[in-house]
């Protein structure tokens, strides 16, 4: 139960794989991304057919369109009681976390161990959270990791030249634009998460994705009636506790991949531009210290100064205290020196 010190090396994964990544250098100019036909000339995702775009316009349009009826619906009924809110920020608490300490720190950079059906109910909790297929996501964001905003980064906001117009196409495509493209609808799971697919019961979740989804609108439905008795209930429940939390928990992930690749401080050597945004990381559960994450891709906790609030980590830390959590991987102090910006 101890906790180790991890190397720095930025493109390692849990299996050891290595990308194309050497700290300090830029990545290679990535075959994969240029010879990759979902990838244009300056390694910008290609647009995906109509059909997975559809998909992905409904799961980013839904969700704003269930916030607005949701508003609408106060606004002409003057109705909204305290146990929908508590049911709003319940489903997002736990979605996202699912995100954040399942997806992110446990399955794709594998910062620190625990058993088996944990690793599965994080992933569920995560699934909850409608951001994709768990595998998918972390083959995407393993990706990011190894060509971070170089070509062929599935979402990097710097791609589109110069200019405020530029500026604004790559905000626009790092936020939400990229999921209607390849990057999103043609991941490589083989070369990015050929660990994770050994793993039956992970992959026995991801196949039942839809299911999840499903799941994650039924269950506030349900509570909502429970809670009043009343269809009118059933339907406030799925708006705020399904929709109105699935619009939320989106573009806080969203804005980790864009605002946290452009505003912020950056007070470690990293080969790309992401930074450490304070609000981002009191919405996203602690991953708005996104440049401490990319100089320490493996460390379970995100927020490296004292004052940096990572609720992600406390839940992880607790988890280690309760012996639910092993091998939990933190930076040495010689290795944030050896990093920070002097
Ligand atoms: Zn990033
Ligand atoms: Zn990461």
């Known amino acids: 139960m101890s906790t180790s010190s991890l190397n720095t090396d930025l493109s390692q994964t849990p299996n ?28 910008i995702a290609r647009l995906a057919g109509w059909k997975d775009r559809s998909i992905m316009l409904l799961a980013i349009v839904g969700p704003f369109l269930g916030l ?14 305290w146990p929908f809110l508590v049911l709003l ?9 699912g995100v954040t300490i399942g997806f ?18 994080l992933m569920f909790c995560g699934a909850l959270s409608v951001e994709g297929s768990p595998l998918l996501w972390c083959a995407v964001h393993r990706r990011h990791h190894a060509l971070s905003d170089h070509p062929g980064d ?28 390849h990057a999103w609808s043609s ?25 999840w989804v499903i799941t994650s609108l039924a269950i506030p439905t349900g509570i909502g009636y429970l809670i009043t008795g009343t269809w009118q209930g059933a339907v406030m429940g799925l708006l705020w506790g399904g929709l109105v939390r699935i619009f939320l928990g989106h573009h806080i992930t969203w ?57 992600s980590w406390l839940v992880i830390l607790t988890m280690k205290k309760l012996g639910l959590a092993w091998n939990v991987k933190v930076p040495s102090q010689r290795a944030l020196e050896q990093r920070r910006v002097q």
Not at 192 to 203: A, F
């Open 68 to 81: 607005l009826v949701a508003l609408g619906y106060c606004w002409t009924t003057g109705w909204f009681s």
């Open 255 to 311: 804005s980790i991949n864009s605002v946290c690749h452009i505003f912020g401080g950056r007070p470690y050597r990293t080969t790309d531009r992401s930074t450490n945004n304070l609000i981002c990381a009191l919405l996203g559960f602690g991953e708005g210290w996104h440049n401490n994450h990319h100089a320490f891709p493996t460390s379970a906790r995100h927020g490296l100064a004292w004052w940096q609030l990572d609720t």
């Open 154 to 181: 599935p979402h990097s906001p710097h791609l589109h030249g110069e200019g405020l117009w530029n500026a604004i196409k790559g905000f626009w495509y790092g936020h939400c634009g990229w999921l209607l493209t």
């Open 89 to 97: 920020v319940g489903a997002w608490v736990v979605s996202g976390m």
């Open 16 to 43: 050891n794989q290595t990308f194309s990544v050497t700290p300090g250098e830029p990545p290679e100019d990535d075959a994969v991304a240029f010879e990759n036909p979902h990838y244009d000339e300056l390694g």
């Open 187 to 211: 991941p490589d799971l083989k070369r990015y998460v050929p660990d994770l697919m050994q793993e039956k019961l992970l992959v026995a979740v991801d196949r039942m994705y839809y299911l």
């Open 104 to 121: 992110h720190r446990l399955l794709t950079h594998g910062s620190f161990e625990t058993y088996r059906p944990i690793r599965a109910f």
